[in-house]
């Protein structure tokens, strides 16, 4: 009860006030609005969808040109840029830019979209700058960023590089299509954050198989995706985690009933495994094997444990268009339950969660939208008697759940918390609106320096963030600003050192412009 307590928070409690109330008593429209105007996002990206990816987009048949897009983005103090795909945010100015060629045909799909990518990446403020972690400090801080890749400096320098982007061959049968991809996906009904895939880390090359539309079997339509492919290091990673890749196994499947086609019931699931361990492991495609680990077959050391590393998910979207309202929500769990008993005393264990609500108002000139999320990934307090991992770290698979030295899932990252919440109005071709989003940083570091020493601070980022976007014709022009402001950074706080001192406290705020232009060419192409 009193850790129930303790994560109750003020925004919880005004999020679940404000969903019972539009639930309740939800605005009177005129007529029924289709999904695909009423859950977009700024941008323009279908936010409904619980399985996402540009090769999703309905294109001409035919050869199409590609929207060009090109983008000029700065950080003031350190690297900020989530859920931007290939496009890394480093300290100072970074630039993009991308376009290319689509062939659609009934058999066959190919698209090349490479996009150019130049970041000054100046230096800033590491976390073991200054002596900040010494003796158990230290030690506990390079026991949890041993096991995961994610540096705030993805490289030590400048750099330009060219990298595939969103695109692939796939070849078209029916309702189903596979091949070879580098797409950006997401999978879960998240609008901020994805608890197992979002667009946070750049697409890695995959092989996939996926359907193009609802499978209609009579009871529910179905869809659903299988990705298997390799996972990089970050491009600075100077130890022996740079010398291997790991292998990529998922699996996304949703479920749409006949009696209501707005709900979605889904199941994700997914594998990673060190590329030098696929010959002692139990198979290349783990996918399907059992849930419960008690019921894996024993390996030649007599025990179910295998070196991959699993995670999994269930998740619900059920959108309600003549109140324009949606509700959303994931639970996941990271590696298997010993068995039913497990399952049932302590489920939960080695989780995390997301949910969120998305409520628009139309009136004659435009529409209002607000959406509120709430997004935990520190383990429970089920790790004071049971071993447990941090999310999306793992002592097997060392360089964690990540592609690049990017989270795949939420932005969030191992072991933190945090909420998000946006206003936006659209009217006409205009799109404006303010973004608000605290995170406590991996509160699992925290938690373990508080326990030897204290008073500890976690690191709090709050967000504040203007969004305006300006349609005009085949040209749309984006500017976002930010202010991330960052108390505690690194969690020294007002903790003292060994000899007793004060320790100095890091407070760095952060200014970050994101300025884009997209040019859409006449040739056929739409969303």
């Not at 700065?74 to 496009?87: E, I, Q, R, T």
């Not at 419960?292 to 995670?311: A, F, I, S, V």
């Not at 990252?413 to 205009?430: A, C, D, F, V």
């Amino acid at each position: 009860l009193k850790s129930l307590m303790h994560h109750v928070t003020i925004s919880r409690i005004l999020f679940l006030i404000c969903g019972g109330y539009l639930l309740l008593f939800p605005p009177r429209v005129g007529a029924q609005i289709a999904d695909n105007i009423i859950l977009n996002d700024a941008r323009g990206a279908r936010t409904d969808l619980v399985i996402r990816g540009e090769s999703f987009w309905v294109s001409a048949p035919g050869l199409s040109v590609l929207p060009m897009q090109t983008g000029l983005y700065h950080n003031s103090k350190f690297s900020w840029g989530p859920n931007l795909g290939s496009v890394w945010l480093g300290n100072g100015y970074t630039q993009s830019l991308s376009g290319g060629i689509r062939f659609n045909s009934r058999f066959l799909d190919v698209q090349m979209r490479p996009i150019l990518l130049t970041s000054e990446n100046r230096y800033f403020t590491q976390p073991l700058d200054g002596d900040r972690y010494t003796g158990q400090d230290l030690e506990k801080y390079e026991w949890v960023s041993g096991n995961i890749d994610a540096p705030g400096m993805i490289d030590d320098h400048a750099f330009s590089r060219l990298m595939p982007g969103d695109s692939w061959v796939k070849l078209k049968l029916w309702k189903l299509a596979g091949g070879i991809s580098t797409e950006n996906l997401w999978w879960g009904p998240g609008k901020r954050s994805s608890l197992l895939m979002s667009n946070n880390a750049p697409g890695f090359w995959h092989i996939t198989g996926h359907t193009t539309s609802p499978i209609d079997l009579y009871a529910f339509d179905i869809e659903s995706q299988v990705a298997v492919g390799l996972l990089e290091p970050s491009w600075g990673l100077d130890d022996h985690r740079a010398d291997y890749r790991v292998v990529f196994n998922g699996i996304v499947v949703s479920l749409r009933p006949r009696f209501d086609k707005n709900l979605r019931i889904g199941l994700i699931r997914t594998f990673i495994l060190n590329e030098n361990d696929i010959m002692s492991n139990r198979g290349y495609f783990p996918l399907f094997q059992p849930f419960l680990k008690g019921n894996l077959q024993l390996r030649d050391d007599g025990t179910p444990n295998d070196p991959d590393d699993q995670r999994a998910s269930v998740f619900v979207s059920w959108a309600f268009p003549r109140a324009n309202f949606h509700i959303y929500g994931e639970y996941a769990r990271d590696d298997h339950n010993v068995d039913l008993k497990d399952l049932y005393l302590q489920p939960n264990h080695n989780r995390a969660f997301m949910f969120g609500a998305q409520k628009r108002w139309i009136d004659t000139r435009g529409i209002w939208s607000l959406t509120t999320e709430v997004t935990q990934l520190e383990s429970t307090n089920t790790k004071v008697v049971r071993w447990f991992e941090t999310f999306y770290t793992h002592t097997r698979v060392e360089r964690g759940y990540t592609n690049r030295g990017q989270h795949l899932g939420s932005h969030f990252g191992h072991g933190s918390n945090g909420w998000y919440s946006s206003l936006y109005r659209n009217e006409g071709p205009w799109t404006v609106g303010a973004v608000f989003e605290r995170v406590a940083r991996n509160k699992e570091l925290y938690q373990w320096i508080k326990d030897t020493r204290k008073p500890a601070q976690p690191e709090i980022e709050r967000t504040l963030g203007l969004v305006g976007w300006y349609r005009a014709g085949r040209v749309d022009i984006g500017l976002e600003v930010y202010r991330v402001a960052v108390q505690d950074r690194y969690i020294v706080g007002i903790r003292p050192d060994f000899e007793g001192a004060q320790r100095e406290s890091y407070d760095p705020v952060n200014f970050n412009v994101q300025l884009v232009v997209t040019y859409r060419p006449g040739t056929g192409w739409r969303r």
